[in-house]
């Protein structure tokens, strides 16, 4: 979808437009891979009062029409525009994420982003590049 249009994307995914769905769209835009409550932080500076309920439906409701991709990070889920298809590797130790292209293997994971992989999934974890040094090797 265009993050610069997103009631366009609203009706283009038969979602009736809100403040609240807009406002969502729109930090996501600017924050991606963000948690929900960073999220309703950011609806809340734009819009003013927003229950954090309100948010979490919002999110609900963009990630089943698929205009927004949920990731389960294990402590928390982590939220993205769905602009274009794309796998992630973790860190185990600090949570952070990076995108990486479709069909990316472990064993080009390390140059491409300093991650250290041991496991591959649709979700790669691993870990970045500030845990590694800190961290042993298992
Ligand atoms: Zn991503
Ligand atoms: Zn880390």
């Known amino acids: 979808m265009s993050a610069e249009d997103p009631v366009a994307a609203l009706r283009g995914a038969s979602l009736r437009v809100t403040k609240q769905r807009i406002a969502v769209l729109v930090a996501l835009g600017q924050h991606p891979h963000a948690d929900a409550e960073q999220l309703v932080r950011l609806v809340r ?11 979490y439906d919002v999110l609900t409701a963009l990630s089943e029409a698929l205009l927004v991709r949920r990731i389960e990070t294990g402590p928390r ?9 794309h796998d992630h590797v973790l860190c185990r130790e600090c949570g952070a994420l990076a995108d990486v292209e479709p069909g990316v293997t472990p064993r ?10 041991d496991e591959t999934e649709v979700l790669h974890r691993g870990l970045c590049p500030s845990c590694r040094p800190r961290v042993p090797l298992p």
């Open 77 to 85: 889920a982590l939220f993205e525009l769905r602009a274009h298809a």
């Open 45 to 55: 500076e734009d819009l003013g009062s927003v229950s954090t309920q309100a948010v």
């Open 108 to 117: 080009t994971l390390p140059q491409a982003h300093g991650f250290r992989v």
